[in-house]
DNA sequence: GCGACAG
DNA sequence: ATCTTGTCGC
């Protein structure tokens, strides 16, 4: 899977513009098609911050099993501001991405969707230059309120920001905290949060994301 | 003006 | 994000 992202922004204010161009090409109304293939992607740092591994693990959609998994690392060049994690993220990501064998149909972020304060995070940024469907799961709150949802695995409150629904706090376990899932671009959230739950088989976290999670850091360790 | 602030 | 194993609790 190919991506390409020439005049990467450098500065803040630069960043932030790109952010409210881009914006205007999210679409979160169409619902995500039969699909086969899902990519879980996530990035670790080293102690210092100075290099970042970007990994992402391929998916079958069906039985979950590993299909393919790639990763990059390289140094860090964007400071880590609040609300511009993708300018700091997306290179390594997006080399790991060139480097799979298997093309995911769906590509399931570690961090926000349209609930960003641009409507622009991360899973936004990625689905729109992929030109394909994604979501985001997020370990903690960032901007929107919900109610808190109820105790049961699949109880959900929507997440609201600016007066529209961003979102969803999801308990994907029972009795776990719960976690923010977003769409990106290309899926509905409602599709997001379902696919979220589905992931979600064993533990507070999507499979996708943990898997991803372990191989950032395993590839960062033999790097 | 004072906090909060994805990873 | 990162430093960090076993352990207490549901």
Redesign the pocket.
């Known amino acids: 899977m190919l991506i390409t992202h020439e005049k990467w922004p450098r500065t803040a204010q630069d960043a932030e513009a790109e952010q409210e161009r881009l914006a205007g090409s999210v679409d979160v109304s169409t619902p995500l098609a039969p699909f086969r293939y899902i990519a879980g992607l996530?990035?670790?740092?080293a102690?210092d911050?100075s290099r970042v591994a970007g990994a992402v693990v391929v998916l079958d959609a069906d039985t979950l099993a590993v299909e393919d998994m790639a990763t990059a690392v390289m140094d860090v060049e964007f400071p880590?501001v609040?609300?511009?994690?993708?300018f700091r993220e997306m290179p390594a990501l997006i080399t790991a991405l060139g480097r799979l064998s298997v093309d995911p149909d769906v590509l399931v972020c570690?961090?926000?969707g349209i609930a960003?304060p641009r409507r622009f995070?991360?899973a936004c940024h990625l689905g729109v230059l992929a030109g394909k469907p994604a979501m985001?799961v997020?370990?903690?709150?960032?901007v929107g309120q919900a109610a808190e949802p109820g105790i049961q695995r699949g109880e959900a409150a929507d997440l609201v920001h600016g007066g529209e629904v961003v979102g969803a706090v999801l308990r994907t376990q029972l009795?776990t905290k719960p976690v923010f899932v977003s769409p990106g671009h290309l899926i509905t959230a409602s599709d997001a949060t379902r696919l979220a739950l589905r992931l979600a088989t064993k533990y507070r976290l999507p499979e996708t994301t943990r898997l991803a999670d372990q191989l950032s850091?395993r590839a960062l360790a033999g790097a």
Do not use: N
């Open positions: 996530d990035v670790a740092y102690i911050s880590y609040s609300g511009l994690l993708a570690d961090g926000y960003h995070g991360l985001g997020a370990k903690t709150a960032f009795s850091r």
